[in-house]
């Protein structure tokens, strides 16, 4: 936390840093070896009309004189196109299926341990009692890592989106039972949030996936 912006708090995450050393590295290769090659997928336009909506979303405060901060401003970008980024850079440094699969595994180990663990101290925290009366957060720990409770449900229903997906495509009996713990984990912890935009972002996501689970699977 670096500072704050009306109650929220302005947040630099780590990973941030990491990910655009990554990608700084990733483009001196390529300018070293006297090219630039870039992976081309079918989410390029999508992700490219991401970037600059989410740019103009930092744009808006200071063209229409909206209170703004800038540390705010560049903490919320980054926070928007952080998934975005990733892909682009896993897209274009995985060089084969294994790769890409140890990189899936350990991104759902990291995150399904992250969101137990989370549940987990909050349920304890607050009991049985709370689920439908308390407004949950995301403490890890002692330590808040959301600043509020939509920031966590966005968290929440992109990973619990890939985990059903893989839960759905999986057919070992083993990753069927910790990906549909996993999955079940952060449905309920959605709900418990009470977050509009969240409950919006999960009924989205899964009428996506239904429409395109053939292709999917």
Known sequence: VVGYFGEKPVRFMLADFVLFLILLIWLSKMLVRG????????????????????????????IFNYESSI???????LNWIRFMLFYFIA???VKNEQQAKSLI?????????????????????????????????GRLFSHE???????LAVFLVCFFSITFVFFLSVRKLAYK???????????????????????LGLAIAMMTITVIKKKLL
């Not at 540390?71 to 970008?77: D, K, T, W, Y």
């Not at 992250?114 to 049985?128: D, E, K, L, N, P």
């Open 145 to 151: 890592i959301f600043g509020y409770p939509n920031g």
């Open 105 to 137: 595994k350990i991104m759902i180990i990291g995150v399904g341990f992250v969101v137990i663990a989370m549940f987990v101290q909050t349920f304890i925290t607050y009991g049985a009692s709370s689920l439908f009366s308390i407004r949950w957060g």
């Open 35 to 62: 090219g630039f090659y870039w992976a081309k997928t079918r989410l390029d336009i999508p992700f490219i009309l991401l970037f600059f909506i989410c740019l103009l979303g930092i744009l808006k405060a200071p």
């Open 177 to 199: 039972l910790v990906l549909g713990l996993l999955a079940a984990v952060e449905f309920m912890y959605v709900i418990f949030l009470w977050s509009r935009g969240g409950y």
């Open 91 to 93: 897209d274009n440094l």
């Open 71 to 77: 540390l705010f401003n560049i903490a919320s970008f």
